[in-house]
């Protein structure tokens, strides 16, 4: 019933409302989205280089490398139990595809992302390198993975919650979680041998790993890159199997 | 008017489970974990008991009843935010909806902001909201606040700029529930010649109102619902006079 071209507009109207009405104004989201890694990267700096004297080199870059990407994520996770209950009014009285809600969550995440890119490149330079050719097909590659996978988590957690409403709670834990049991503030090197395969049980590792070693050395592991994508393919089903599920209640909870 | 009917209620039925139990958190419901299946399973509220009626293209149909009788629900199904838990419900065409003061807005955005927002909820696409912009605000009288936000606004702001919106973007079957209230004297008018001539354009209108007098000026049919089924169906004449006289 709705053309091609509602659906664009619908994508876009809504991004742009969600921006402003998270951060007031677009500028003031995307200093938050690089302010927030900087400032978790510094701390990190402080905690494990100065105090824990890792043995590493370039320890700095090595954060913001996979903070970046990973602040995508987590933000758009950790704000996805409140999207629908944010968005009642219009639910309540049009009948328009509900997905469209956290999609758009995803895509300014994602917006915020690819804006604090330059930061990263910044910092490459800093630290003596330069950014690399292969970024051209990397960076599309696992933008694409990493936005199917940070959807289906998404809309799973923004379905479940309408439901019950104290999963938020169990959300902010797990993602805290996540984020230690994923190579962000340690390489998988220092992984102990045995414990090794378990970090790949982590569907973000392989995700993170390749968009760090893209960034510093423009590497690519094809066998990261496909774990990655069937990671993505598992989130993306599961959030719309739940999702079509619930999704016809919605209106009725709200 | 032409015969064409455009929304079909056939049996309908409307239950909600006691979503109370769940929307409490897992903790909650793990708690009282057997109470609350047993709940949920068994006791539903039913907001609509087989309800079957029929609007044809170009009528204005009236829904009146007591507070909590099931009309808010009826139009939430029309809209098709709600799924009927019985019977069979058939719309055609694009349904705008003037529900509750400032559905469908967001408080933080400009009413220009809004006004895009909702046409692109409704189908539209940018550039045709873009089109009716200035007729929009022209219509709503609102002035300078078109760029203010939202939550500025007074009630009846809010019902201005709603109905502006819905008016202006070309509505095939229209939904109100009871909203004029709020609108000064000069506003309701205008209204009211908006809903008059939309009659003549052959535009569907569902009317929920406990305004009898409006509703005899402007329904041509209209459905009494009481305790959550259909009490009469008839013309705005008989339906409203039987009402009067039932006292309530």
Sequence with gaps: MRSFDNYRDLITVLTHKEMKVRYKSSVFGYCWSVANPLAFAFVYYIAFKIIMKIQMEDYTLFLIAGLFPWQWFGTSVVSAPMIFLANSSIIKKVNFP???????????????????IPVIIGFLFIYHRTPSLSWLYGIPLLLLIQLIMTYGAALLVSSINLFFRDFERLIS????????CTPIIYPETMVPEQLRALIYCNPLSPLIVSWRNLFIHG????AALAMGFAYSLVFLAAGHLIYR???????EVL | MNNEQVIIFDAVSKSYPLYHHITGGFKNFLFHFPRAVSQMKNHQYEALHEISFQVCRGETFGIIGKNGAGKSTALGLI???????????????????LLELGSGFNAELTGRENIVLNGVLLGLTRVEVMHKMEEIIEFSGLGQFIDQPLRTYSTGMMMRLGFSVVSSLDPEILLIDEVFAVGDMEFQKKCMDKLESFKKGGVTIVYVSHGMQTILQTCDRVIWIENHRVRMIGSAQEVVSSYV????
Excluded: C, E
């Excluded at chain 1, 599920?245 to 209106?251: D, P």
């Excluded at chain 2, 006289?245 to 309530?248: F, H, K, Q, S, W």
């Design chain 1, 173 to 180: 834990i797990l993602i805290t979680l996540v984020f230690y």
């Design chain 1, 219 to 222: 590497t690519l592991d094809p």
């Design chain 2, 79 to 97: 809209a098709g935010v709600l799924k009927p838990s019985k019977g069979t419900i058939s719309v055609k065409g694009r349904v705008s909806a």
């Design chain 1, 98 to 116: 509900r997905n469209i809600i956290p999609l758009t969550t995803v895509l300014q995440d994602m917006i915020h992302f690819l804006l604090s």
């Design chain 2, 245 to 248: 006289d039932a006292g309530l």
């Design chain 1, 245 to 251: 599920k619930l999704s016809w209640k919605f209106a």
